[in-house]
């Protein structure tokens, strides 16, 4: 592992863990087992690191989800989506979604973070609509939309009232509507 791969997987479990703004150089330098220096010489920037941790979380995140839902027979793949972020959520490190974490510290739409949380968003929709094509869903793209909401709605509900097997359940049970267009 080189000297910057080492400095990214330390800064993203610290950002993921406190906070993007409330990690300060010192402590991602300590963290990485490097000095203040070493680290400015791999990324002239905070800025700059954080830009790397989130591709390494985007890398690390869609790697996770494909080996859960690839397991399970295309039909049931949105369903295995939703296994998989019931399984995350109850993780002892859940801290969130480094992604929205990450668009709320840097709201404004123009920030880098806030453009890469966006793009792993759409990628995540794009895979999305992947799956639901492979389950013969009537509306691979509206599929796609309503298990993203779900899914994100699980994440944020976690984070912030802890675990409630109820809601992933009720999230599960929703996988049977999905595609449907209510207006036919």
């Known amino acids: ?35 203040k220096k070493t680290l400015y010489r791999h990324f002239p920037s905070k800025e700059h690191l954080v830009e790397a941790a989130l591709a390494l979380r985007h890398n690390e995140f869609m790697a996770k989800v494909n080996a859960a839902v690839e397991q399970a027979p295309p039909a049931l793949r949105p369903e295995a989506y939703l296994d998989f972020i019931g399984a995350w ?28 949380a966006k793009r792993h968003k759409q990628a ?3 895979y999305l609509e992947q799956i639901c094509a492979q389950a013969h869903l009537n509306n691979p793209r509206l599929a796609a939309m309503q298990l993203l909401l ?4 699980l994440i944020v509900s976690s984070q912030v009232n802890g675990v409630c097997r109820e809601l992933i359940a009720a999230g599960k049970e929703m996988v049977g509507l999905l595609g449907c267009d209510p207006k036919q």
Do not use: K, W
């Open 124 to 126: 995540l929709v794009a």
């Open 1 to 35: 592992m080189s000297t910057s791969d080492a400095i990214t997987g330390s800064a993203l479990r610290l950002f993921y863990r406190q906070g993007f703004h409330a990690t300060g150089v010192e402590q991602l330098s300590q963290e990485a087992g490097v000095t």
């Open 89 to 116: 959520v109850q993780e002892p490190d859940f801290h969130g979604c480094a992604f929205i974490n990450a668009s709320a510290e840097y709201a404004s739409l123009t920030l880098a973070p806030h453009i890469l």
């Open 150 to 153: 779900i899914g994100e709605g």
